[in-house]
T-cell receptor
Framework: AQKITQTQPGMFVQEKEAVTLDCTYD???????LFWYKQPSSGEMIFLIY??????QNATEGRYSLNFQKARKSANLVISASQLGDSAMYFC?????????????FGKGTKLTVNP | EPEVTQTPSHQVTQMGQEVILRCVPI?????FYWYRQILGQKVEFLVS????????KSEIFDDQFSVERPDGSNFTLKIRSTKLEDSAMYFC??????????????FGEGSWLTVV
């Protein structure tokens, strides 16, 4: 079965600093995708960044980058130059084709607090 | 940008009542999903729907739940005889055929269900 592990229940960072949110995954699929979502206190799920298992380069989207280490099965999110508005829950998720399913499997999330 | 819309944004219902949550997926999408997030917990897969039938469902999705696409545009989740533990945020998502090349899944803003 696919599994996502986020070991940091909460993280604190100073405004303008960079922060890394950890994510490890487990799957027997050869092809899979890794996702990060931001969930502010208002509740919506905001897609941040995607990394495919065959992508050779780490994904980047503005201040977000994904540190993909396939052999270690890790997909850490790096947020550069943190802003107060980055304070939110962050969820790592994956999808593959195990058993024909393409559902997303989520981790438990990390609550990020950006301090001024 | 295309979007998935969900109604209602928040519903309060008496225990034992039936609830219908509605979703309008993106028009050319083929795959539809419902996910659930109990307050403070991770997002959990409920059900996926393709070609007018359920393609996969989780252990959570028991006989109390049903889905349908009654008119080719709306995608509904019905919860019969609601229980206190059904209180959660319910997310609808829609998707094109996934090719592992990027993110293709779009989430709605969620429907908060409170059972009292």
């Amino acid at each position: 079965a696919q599994k996502i592990t986020q070991t940091q229940p909460g993280m604190f960072v100073q405004e303008k600093e960079a922060v890394t949110l950890d994510c490890t995954y487990d799957t027997s699929d050869q092809s899979y995708g890794l996702f990060w979502y931001k969930q502010p206190s208002s509740g919506e799920m905001i897609f941040l960044i995607y990394q495919g298992s065959y992508d050779e380069q780490n994904a980047t989207e503005g201040r977000y980058s994904l540190n993909f280490q396939k052999a270690r099965k890790s997909a850490n999110l790096v947020i550069s130059a943190s802003q107060l508005g980055d304070s939110a829950m962050y969820f790592c998720a994956m999808r593959g084709t195990q058993g024909g399913s393409e559902k997303l499997v989520f981790g438990k999330g990390t609550k990020l607090t950006v301090n001024p | 940008e295309p979007e998935v819309t969900q109604t209602p944004s928040h519903q309060v219902t008496q225990m034992g009542q039936e609830v219908i949550l509605r979703c309008v997926p993106i028009s050319n999408h083929l795959y539809f999903y419902w996910y659930r997030q109990i307050l403070g917990q991770k997002v959990e897969f409920l059900v996926s729907f393709y070609n007018n039938e359920i393609s996969e469902k989780s252990e959570i999705f028991d006989d109390q739940f049903s889905v349908e696409r009654p008119d080719g545009s709306n995608f509904t989740l019905k919860i019969r005889s609601t229980k206190l533990e059904d209180s959660a945020m319910y997310f609808c998502a829609s998707d094109t055929s996934w090719t592992f090349s990027g993110n293709t899944i779009y989430f709605g803003e969620g429907s908060w269900l409170t059972v009292v």
